[in-house]
């Protein structure tokens, strides 16, 4: 989850987003004096899969809207839990 700008017309405002990210690794046979071994990759996306606009005040005293989140990635779920007590659920299945 990180803050970004996001820019809707002429205007621009933050928004609390979560980013993607898949982790990849692919083995590594021994070369001359190294040994074989795993190789792990990371990539980070660029765009948001969630996005929430945050208040004036909220970033700069980091009291999020956003209060919680939890992912079941075997299933393709994010939860979403929210300040005032609401909650959300995020189906990329």
Same mark, same amino acid.
């Given at each position: 989850?990180?803050? $970004?700008? &996001?820019?809707?017309? =002429?205007?621009?405002?933050? !928004?609390?987003?979560?980013?993607?990210?898949?982790?990849? &690794? =692919?083995?590594?046979?021994? $070369?001359?004096? $190294?040994?074989?071994?795993?190789?792990?990759? #990371?990539?980070?996306?660029?765009?948001? #899969?969630?996005?929430?606009? !945050?208040?004036?005040?909220?970033? =700069?005293?980091?009291?999020?809207? +956003? #209060?919680?989140?939890?992912?079941?990635?075997? !299933?393709?779920?994010?939860? +979403?839990?929210?300040?005032?007590?609401?909650?959300?659920? #995020?189906?990329?299945?």
């Amino acid at each position: 989850m990180e803050t $970004q700008n &996001s820019t809707c017309g =002429h205007s621009t405002f933050p !928004v609390r987003c979560f980013v993607g990210f898949d982790v990849t &690794s =692919h083995f590594v046979p021994a $070369q001359d004096s $190294q040994p074989a071994r795993w190789q792990n990759d #990371l990539t980070v996306r660029k765009d948001g #899969l969630y996005k929430s606009r !945050v208040g004036p005040g909220e970033v =700069h005293e980091r009291k999020y809207r +956003i #209060l919680t989140s939890s992912l079941e990635d075997t !299933v393709g779920r994010i939860a +979403i839990g929210g300040r005032d007590g609401r909650f959300q659920i #995020l189906d990329f299945a």
